[in-house]
C-alpha cells in the first residue's frame, strides 16, 4: 500500500459528462502529480501541484483542469467527455520536489466513456 | 529527463537472480536514476534510485556503472509475483517522472 488514495476506483459516463477524479496524497507529502495510461500512449504526465500551487504542465488537454486544496487532497476534472478519454488515472505523491525524492503512486481510477 | 534504452521483454526462473538493464548514455551529471515497476493495471510501484552509487534496499539492488551510462536492476530471487513491466527513468526535473516503455518481465515457475 503506496499511501496514496484514489476515489473512485472505476467510473462509468458517456460522452459530453464530466467527472471528478479525487486524490488524498500520502500523509505528510506536499506535491501531487496526475497520469493518465491509455492502451496506446503508456504513462503520460498531465499536471503537477506542490502546496497547491500549479508546478508544471504536461500533456493536459484543455478540457482538463485540476487543483489542490489546503488539506492537501487534489482533484482532476475532466469535461466534454470523449470516447478518447477512457483511460487509466493515476495520481502520485511525494515529500517534496528534490531530485532524490520518489513518488508514490495510487491504484488509479479506471474511467470508462461511453 | 534523460531518453533510455530497455528490451522491450525478459524472461526469468523462478527463484533466480532477474538482471534487468538499462541504458542512459545521455545522462547529466545531477541526474537520478529511478526504478519503478507495474504489475498489471495497478499503479507504478517505486522499487530504487541512485545518482553514482551502488544502492540495496528490500525489494532490490541497482548496479550503476562507473561512467553513469548504464545501470542493472537486480531482484535476487524472482518469485512469480516479481512479473511486471519495469521502468527505468532517468530523472532531471524537479517534480514529474518521465516513463518509456519498460521491460516486461515475465518470471515462470
Redesign the interface.
Known sequence: DSGVTQTPKHLITATGQRVTLRCSPRSGDLSVYWYQQSLDQGLQFLIQYYNGEERAKGNILERFSAQQFPDLHSELNLSSLELGDSALYFCASSAGTALDTPLHFGNGTRLTVT | DAKTTQPTSMDCAEGRAANLPCNHSTISG???V?WYRQIH??????II?G?KNNETNEMASLIITEDRKSSTLILPHATLRDTAVYYCIG???????????GTILTVHP
Open positions: 545531477n541526474e537520478y529511478y493495471s495497478q499503479g507504478p510501484q517505486y534510485h545518482l530523472r532531471t526535473s524537479y517534480g514529474k517522472l518521465t516513463f518509456g516503455q
